[in-house]
T-cell receptor, first 113, second 112 residues
Framework: NAGVTQTPKFQVLKTGQSMTLQCAQDMNHNSMYWYRQDPGMGLRLIYY???????DKGEVPNGYNVSRLNKREFSLRLESAAPSQTSVYFCASIALGRGKTQYFGPGTRLLVL | ELKVEQNPLFLSMQEGKNYTIYCNYS?????LYWYRQDPGKSLESLFVLLSNGAVKQEGRLMASLDTKARLSTLHITAAVHDLSATYFCAVDSGAGSYQLTFGKGTKLSVIP
């Protein structure tokens, strides 16, 4: 199992450009998440998908959109990138069950100039 | 709004010493997680604590949960250099769908 995979690993954008971050998991997990990590801020939830076909806003959704393409894939789109969106983005997934934990992908480092 | 506070945020300790990282949270929850992150890497799950009084141990790390005090601790015993990393606690908000609120992390440096 590859676990949670993310593409690309690193991206440089100019202000106003758009891009989509891709995430896929092969663990048959129901719920998937997108976080951003900024220095000294911990991780903050952008959007999540509790199950295929549903998406909901997290703590910091402004400037982002998401698509739960199928059970495996959950993408994050920046329509018009801003320097404030420079960050490391992590995708995570979790199986159902009380004792389960979230599994994280390797991250995408995004620099917006 | 759920707030999660960790302290200290930075910790430099000598090999062989013991220390504790604290995680306080502001609203009722009975699910708390500890993760480890190495520089430039992703997050690795360490512990899942599900009830008041829960205690889990793995090697030199031991985590506990006191839901009444809204406090979790991560105790490090006889630290070694390999434990140098950033440690995060995260609390389930209870809103469903396993939404987590993270602390800012404790950067641990273990020096010889």
């Amino acid at each position: 199992n590859a676990g949670v995979t993310q593409t690309p690993k690193f991206q440089v954008l100019k202000t106003g450009q758009s891009m989509t971050l891709q995430c896929a998991q092969d663990m048959n997990h129901n719920s998937m998440y997108w976080y951003r990590q900024d220095p000294g801020m911990g991780l903050r939830l952008i959007y999540y998908s509790a199950s295929e076909g549903t998406t909901d806003k997290g703590e910091v959704p402004n400037g982002y959109n998401v698509s739960r393409l199928n059970k495996r894939e959950f993408s994050l789109r920046l329509e018009s990138a801003a320097p404030s969106q420079t960050s490391v983005y992590f995708c995570a997934s979790i199986a159902l069950g009380r004792g389960k934990t979230q599994y994280f992908g390797p991250g995408t480092r995004l620099l917006v100039l | 709004e759920l707030k999660v506070e960790q302290n200290p945020l930075f910790l430099s300790m000598q090999e062989g010493k013991n220390y504790t990282i604290y995680c306080n949270y502001s609203t009722t929850s009975d699910r708390l997680y500890w993760y480890r992150q190495d520089p430039g890497k992703s997050l690795e799950s360490l512990f899942v604590l599900l009830s008041n009084g829960a205690v889990k141990q793995e090697g030199r790390l031991m985590a506990s949960l006191d839901t009444k005090a809204r406090l979790s601790t991560l105790h490090i015993t006889a630290a070694v250099h390999d434990l140098s990393a950033t440690y995060f606690c995260a609390v389930d908000s209870g809103a469903g769908s396993y939404q987590l609120t993270f602390g800012k992390g404790t950067k641990l440096s273990v020096i010889p």
